[in-house]
């Protein structure tokens, strides 16, 4: 991405911007937070909100590289990677600060030790990491992902072999796995056990799949439901926390949806078929992608399930791992933050291929002919916002209109003059269209201001439609 392209955007988990050099503190906390997450930039030399570049002063910024270079050496533990680079825009130059993601998490500030010192990105700011998020980085560091720790106040009594027998006949009828003794040498194989000093104690993921009651060990590890009058979550009609393994609480959510949402019936020939007003197997990938994808190590955070009169809000602990982007989401990009849920829910069917799962919830509403769904990376949460209206209701576009949607959709951008030679109309017509697509919230400008020649149009993230 050139330097202009960075400047168009907003601030964000991989992105910052400083008018003039901030205090040696600050930019260490910027350090360890990028080098904690996906890695990230930061430009000083440009103020944010009007994306106006201020500018280095020439005799100085030389000696900036080197102080940037010495504040990240000295003060950064252990030493982050990172690169600087100057450029030079309409005659003014900025310092380009690259940090790349870390492989020896947790990085912290020296002086601060690792408890304190700590920092993670989370949007655009930076915040101290708690005891759980450090516990986090330090597994990632070990390439350890928290369902394979032990639980050493749990037993192999815990586990109950009902649910394993569940898991050994889905992964027989959708793999062709051949059934086996569930044994605990098989447990310890597909660790949901793991021995350690000696003894034998489940796993989290062992305890999450397989016992019946996951939440005795793991707070949190629910899902509450909730039917809501309206659109506001003012009044319940109904509402329940499920429980159980991960396995039951996906089929009793999905039993809590059925329940509480309109259905229809059509003859399809000599059958008749009901049809709910949210295509079930969206509803059903989306809240596979919830139970799986969650962080269990956030004690006491839950995921919510909440139907509205227009709209159903599926909510996950857990905002998208830090190499993950929501740009990504759908690519077939795709990173497991729970490797044996994961392993586990393939066998058995749930998960039918790596980094599909948001692509297939998009198809299964646009073959609905709904609007398109939203998904929300909101503080540390991964929110799917699936809603009920008809995708034609929205869009009241003139063929012009239509075209430009389409373009833009298929290129991810466009410039007036672009939209001018595909469509062969006057600036003033664009224009005119334009407005009318920008007034009604589906495009927006990314650019330093409306003149920037640099500038382009892209699609709302909230209202990115299939045409």
Not at 253 to 259: A, D, H, L, N, V
Not at 336 to 351: D, P, S, T, V
Request: contains cysteine; aromatic residues 8%; glycine residues 8%.
């Amino acid at each position: 991405m050139s330097i202009l392209d960075l400047i168009s955007l907003p601030e964000s988990k991989t992105l910052e911007f400083k008018e003039k050099m901030p205090e040696p503190h600050a930019i260490a906390k910027t350090a360890c937070a990028f080098a904690n997450s996906g890695g990230g930039t930061i430009l000083i030399g440009v103020v944010d909100k009007e994306k106006t570049i201020t500018g280095i002063n020439e005799q100085e910024i030389h000696a900036l590289e080197e102080k940037i270079a010495n504040i990240v050496y000295t003060m950064v533990e252990p030493t982050a990677a990172f690169h600087i680079s100057i450029h030079n825009l309409e005659g003014k130059l900025i310092l380009k600060i690259d940090v790349f993601p870390g492989s020896l998490k947790p990085y912290h500030l020296k002086n601060k030790g690792e408890i304190e010192g700590t920092y993670i990105r989370v949007g655009s700011t930076n915040r101290k990491a708690d005891l759980e998020t450090i516990e986090e980085l330090g597994r990632q560091r070990m390439n350890i992902s928290f369902d394979e720790t032990s639980i050493i106040d749990a037993t192999i009594e815990d586990i109950d072999l009902k649910n394993i027998e569940i898991y050994l006949k889905k992964r027989k009828e959708v793999r062709d796995i051949p059934k086996v003794e569930p044994d605990a040498e098989f447990l310890k194989k597909i660790k949901a056990l793991r021995q350690q000093n000696g003894s034998i104690h489940p796993t989290v993921a062992g305890i999450l799949l397989f016992s019946s009651e996951p939440e005795k060990y793991i707070q949190g590890a629910v899902i509450k439901c909730a039917r809501f009058k309206g659109t506001e979550m003012d009044e319940f009609i109904d509402q329940r926390i499920i429980t159980g393994s991960l396995f039951s609480q996906i089929e009793e959510t999905i039993g809590f949806f059925k329940k509480n949402v309109k259905r229809s019936a059509k003859i399809e020939g000599l059958y008749r078929k009901e049809e709910y007003e949210y295509p079930e197997k969206a509803i059903r990938e989306a809240v596979v992608n919830a139970v799986c994808h969650r962080d269990y190590s956030r004690k006491g955070a839950d995921i919510k399930f909440a139907i509205f009169d227009e709209r159903i809000e599926i909510t996950s602990p857990g905002g998208l791992l830090p190499q993950i982007s929501l740009s990504d989401l759908g690519t077939g990009v795709s990173e497991l933050r729970n490797k044996i849920i994961g392993r586990i829910f393939n066998e058995a069917g749930l998960i039918e291929g790596w980094g599909t799962g948001i692509r297939r919830i998009r198809n299964e509403i646009e073959e609905m002919g709904l609007m398109p769904p939203e998904f929300r990376d909101i503080n540390s949460f991964f929110k799917t916002i699936i809603y009920n209206e008809p995708l034609q209701e929205r869009l009241k576009f003139d063929p012009d209109e239509k075209e430009i949607m389409a373009y833009i959709q298929k290129q991810g951008k466009a410039s007036t003059k672009e939209l001018e030679k595909k469509l062969g109309k006057s600036k003033a017509t664009i224009k005119r269209k334009i407005r009318n697509l920008i007034d009604n919230g589906y495009l927006i400008w990314v650019g330093r201001s409306q003149k920037d020649p640099s500038g382009y149009y892209e699609l709302t993230g909230s209202k990115k439609v299939p045409l």
